[in-house]
């Protein structure tokens, strides 16, 4: 595994003499996408700005690659990351004179400034917008003008609060799928905190939840989820399955994706080849004896390893070759006769899945590393 | 042509009232920033008051800072041997006395503006104490900017303080104000008049030239109509 960039030892945080963090470890690897989720007020954006160093934790050690921090070496230590409040506020000024603010500040040459400035309005379509000022932009556009500006920087850690929070369902579709790309190219070191699942099923390498100002739970999102350590924490993910796979085939959009065994049909945008994840809602998979003849394109076969009663509903895993969840009335589940061991199709609407661009696996390091 | 003055010596005069008017406003510049900077990014007990006192400051009547002046630098006081009294020095150092509370003053209250988060972020972004101060002092721009016009208008029109401190001494210490008040008080209205013509004219095309650029690089965005 590749080597801390950031860890933070015995960290505690009060405010208003409340303790809001406790943490005896916590660790960001080279290279990953970390995603912490918690609720409101469980600390994370504290937890985030103490990682930027902008806030002084009342206890506790920072270190960057094994050194510590300390009040000589903080600014340099500063300047290596770089951290995005969670709405974009931009300088006085141009588009172009906001992207270029990190670059001029340490101090970076009049050649590196023009070519960097070059490369990132490339990867995120800015051309047209430089010369614009940041209050004209729709609110996707300054989104990406100040993710642009963070990644222009080229940080040895990028740390991000929310940043998808304000934009609707399309745009933060699209704009988390060119941050996610070239985060992937880059193997840009990134954590990033929320409290939106979606976001961090997808964006996640590995998810750390926290709850109450305590890091509860560490790990791959797909083991977070089907293995949560506390009910606390399974009602914070939810009960939805994450499935990685690879894609196959793609028809008008549908992707045909293999994930052991199984196909899984969902729309996506994604080339032959690259994996994804594919998140599956327990109240849009529906359970059937045999397999009926329908218009739904998933179903898949597999054993009942699980029955979770849960106020009106009933939450029933299936082994599949993955595991699936499914929600069922109680009415349902005595009609059907669910027991653990009896086998059962699972069905799932292709057009109720989206498959989207993991980075779980080969972070490629490629020419613009250079 | 008016009569009492001749053309150059009027050239000097106006040379003086703009090299005295001028220098005052932009030491007090230099000199009130830091001290804006301070107030904004420190908070310390008596910081309030400090600011009540910089704010009764800009209202200072000029006879009064022209009398403290005076007390210091007169030959028997506490700084009498400069020998500055009725000097363009102590002319300055007047002006700068009116001057500094009115453009700390407003620069600490367009300071106070700038949304604090667009701070942090520049600090996210990597900023050292030194380059937050620039931006901040970037962002206010045009309050601090505001400052330097009230600050320039108040000394270039005030007569008090250069009168006590100048002492109004032809080709030495004559400014516009003085002289004004000079040729009225002997019945010598057509010149006055022509002075008073010139310090106007001077005092528009000093404003017209803070003011575009203190309009510079405003955003342009629509703004809310007015109906």
Redesign the interface.
């Known amino acids: 595994m590749a080597s801390p960039e950031l860890e933070i030892k015995n960290l505690c945080h009060y405010y208003h003499g409340k303790k809001i963090l406790d943490i005896p470890y916590f660790q960001v690897s080279q290279g990953e996408c970390l995603v912490i989720i918690g609720p409101n007020g469980a600390g994370k954006s504290t937890l985030l700005r103490i990682a930027?160093l902008?806030e002084k934790p009342a206890e506790g050690e920072i270190f960057f690659r094994g050194t510590k921090v300390t009040a000589q070496n903080e600014?340099a230590f500063?300047?290596r990351l770089?951290?995005?409040?969670d709405r974009p506020?931009?300088?006085?000024?141009k588009v172009k004179d906001n992207l270029l603010?990190?670059l001029k500040?340490?101090g970076v040459s009049k050649k590196e400034q023009a070519e960097r400035l070059e490369e990132i309005s490339e990867l995120f379509h800015l051309h047209s917008l430089l010369e614009s000022?940041p209050?004209?932009l729709s609110a996707g556009e300054k989104q990406r003008v100040n993710l642009a500006?963070?990644l222009i920087?080229k940080p040895d850690l990028l740390l991000l609060d929310e940043p998808f929070a304000s934009l609707d369902l399309n745009l933060k579709d699209e704009i988390m799928a060119e941050f996610q790309a070239i985060r992937k190219k880059r193997a840009q070191t990134t954590v990033m905190v929320t409290h939106n699942r979606e976001e961090a099923f997808f964006l996640a390498e590995r998810l750390a939840v926290l709850i109450a100002g305590e890091i509860k739970q560490t790990g791959p999102p797909e083991e977070i989820l089907s293995l949560p350590h506390s009910v606390e924490i399974a009602s914070l993910l939810g009960h939805e399955s994450l499935v990685e796979g690879s894609v196959v085939g793609q028809q008008n959009g549908l992707l045909q994706v293999a994930a052991g065994s199984n196909y899984i049909y969902a729309f996506g945008s994604a080339e032959r080849g690259e994996k994804v994840k594919v998140v599956f809602r327990p109240e849009e998979v529906i359970l059937a004896e045999e397999k009926p003849q329908t218009s739904v394109r998933n179903w898949f076969y597999g054993q009942v390893v699980e029955i979770k009663p849960m106020d009106r509903m009933v939450f029933v895993s299936l082994d599949c070759g993955f595991r699936l969840k499914a929600c069922l009335t109680k009415t349902a589940l005595e009609e059907l006769k669910v027991a653990p061991g009896k086998s059962f199709w699972a069905g799932v609407k292709a057009s109720s899945l989206s498959a989207r661009l993991s980075t779980a696996k080969k972070a490629e390091k490629d020419s613009d590393e250079n | 042509m008016a009569q009492g003055l001749s053309a150059g010596e009027i050239l000097n005069i106006v040379r003086l009232t703009l090299f005295v008017s001028g220098l005052a406003t932009l030491l007090a510049f230099l000199l009130a920033l830091p001290v804006a900077f301070f107030l904004y990014f420190r908070h310390f007990p008596g910081r309030k008051i400090i600011i009540s006192l910089i704010n009764t400051g800009m209202g200072l009547p000029p006879v009064v800072v022209g009398l403290m002046v005076a007390l210091f630098l007169w030959r028997s006081g506490p700084l009498g041997s400069l020998k500055l009294m009725y000097t363009p020095a102590a002319m300055v150092i007047a002006q700068i006395i009116l001057a500094w509370p009115i453009i700390a003053g407003l620069s600490l209250a367009a300071f106070e503006q700038v949304n604090p988060e667009l701070l942090l972020q520049a600090r996210a972004l990597g900023a050292s104490r030194f380059q937050l101060a620039l931006t901040l002092g970037r962002e206010a721009r045009l309050g601090e900017i505001s400052g330097i016009i009230a600050a320039f208008g108040a000394v270039i029109s005030e007569v008090g303080a250069v009168m006590m401190v100048g002492g109004n001494i032809k080709g030495q210490t004559r400014v516009l104000t003085t002289a004004i008040l000079q040729e009225t008080r002997i019945g010598n209205f057509h010149l006055a008049l022509l002075l008073a013509l010139i310090l106007l004219a001077i005092s528009l095309a000093i404003n017209l030239m803070l003011t575009s650029w203190q309009q510079k690089g405003l955003r342009t965005w629509p703004r809310p109509s007015w109906k």
């Open positions: 930027s902008l600014l500063r300047r770089v951290y995005l409040l506020l931009f300088f006085r000024g603010y990190g500040i340490r000022e209050q004209e500006r963070a920087i």
